[in-house]
């Protein structure tokens, strides 16, 4: 199968290094220098979106600000099924529902990821053994899903369906909540982190998490849901139930 990769960053360069012997892999990224890795790397890069988008399939890895205005730019110039990996799907779900007909959208979001950013950072084995959420929008049709699952597979992933209001639900209290607490905790722990052991730096990793990821996922639907369950119990920590 011929797959267009948008985006060489942390999770579609793993993408990409992790296919790369099974599929025929075009990976295009707005950064050259981006692109000049990939090619040390081994990838085959493309400077040009329309040349990603001649494919059967195109995974959207792009920053989180840039998926729906990339699915803009393809819709229409393409009869690729477009997987997007992004982490939050409720933008995505919105932007299906006015796509132009024909259009196939997806999404497909690895629980997996690092403080690390960018292709440097990279790992064909990043993904294997983590599940994948498989997200349908109103423009998913059974080729699309059918791409969608056998890409997590292939991945080393468990492809899980769900819709898009559990997913962004989910998606609060598993990455929101934790991200949020880490910074809190850095911040409270600030004047005696210097002599912090594993225990302390292991539950502020997350607050190493890129700026512009950190305030996506803080801004996400229900994350104020979310920290209210998870302040609820910790007041019954505290109270020692």
Same mark, same amino acid.
Not at 76 to 93: F, I, M, N, P, Q
Not at 150 to 154: G, Q, S, Y
């Given at each position: 199968m011929r797959i267009g990769i948008v985006g060489l960053g942390l999770i579609g360069g793993s993408i990409a290094l992790a296919l790369r012997h099974a599929h025929d892999i075009l990976g295009f990224d707005t950064d050259a220098p981006t692109r000049a890795l990939a090619e040390e790397r081994g990838l085959e890069?493309?400077?040009?979106?329309? =040349? %990603?988008? #001649?494919? !059967? +399939? @195109?995974? *959207?890895?792009?920053?989180?600000?840039?998926?729906?205005?990339?699915?803009? $730019? =393809? %819709?229409? #110039?393409? !009869? +690729? @099924?477009? *997987?997007?990996?992004?982490?939050?799907?409720?933008?995505?779900?919105?932007? $299906?529902?006015r796509a132009p007909g024909g259009v196939r959208i997806v999404g497909l979001h690895p629980m997996a990821g690092s403080t690390a950013t960018g292709l440097a950072a990279a790992d064909p084995a990043l993904l294997r053994g983590r599940p994948f959420l498989v997200v349908p929008t109103a423009r998913s049709d059974e080729r699309a899903m059918a791409v969608a699952g056998?890409?997590?597979?292939?991945l080393g992933g468990e492809p899980t369906v769900c819709s898009v209001e559990w997913h962004d639900r989910a998606i609060a209290m598993l990455s929101a909540v934790p991200l949020?607490?880490?910074?809190?905790?850095?911040?409270?722990?600030?004047?005696?982190?210097?002599?912090?052991?594993?225990?302390?730096?292991?539950?502020?990793?997350?607050?190493?998490?890129?700026?512009?990821?950190?305030?996506?996922?803080?801004?996400?639907?229900?994350?104020?849901?979310?920290?209210?369950?998870?302040?609820?119990?910790?007041?019954?920590?505290?109270?020692?139930?």
């Open positions: 890069t493309v400077d040009r979106l329309d =040349a %990603a988008l #001649r494919a !059967d +399939a @195109v995974i *959207v890895a792009t920053p989180l600000a840039a998926v729906v205005p990339t699915l803009e $730019a =393809a %819709a229409g #110039r393409t !009869d +690729a @099924v477009l *997987v997007e990996v992004g982490s939050l799907k409720s933008a995505v779900a919105a932007f $299906a529902e056998d890409l997590a597979r292939e949020a607490v880490a910074l809190a905790l850095a911040r409270a722990g600030e004047d005696v982190a210097h002599v912090a052991g594993p225990g302390f730096e292991g539950a502020t990793r997350l607050a190493a998490t890129p700026p512009a990821l950190a305030e996506a996922l803080l801004d996400g639907p229900r994350v104020k849901d979310a920290l209210a369950r998870f302040r609820a119990a910790l007041d019954e920590v505290e109270r020692g139930r």
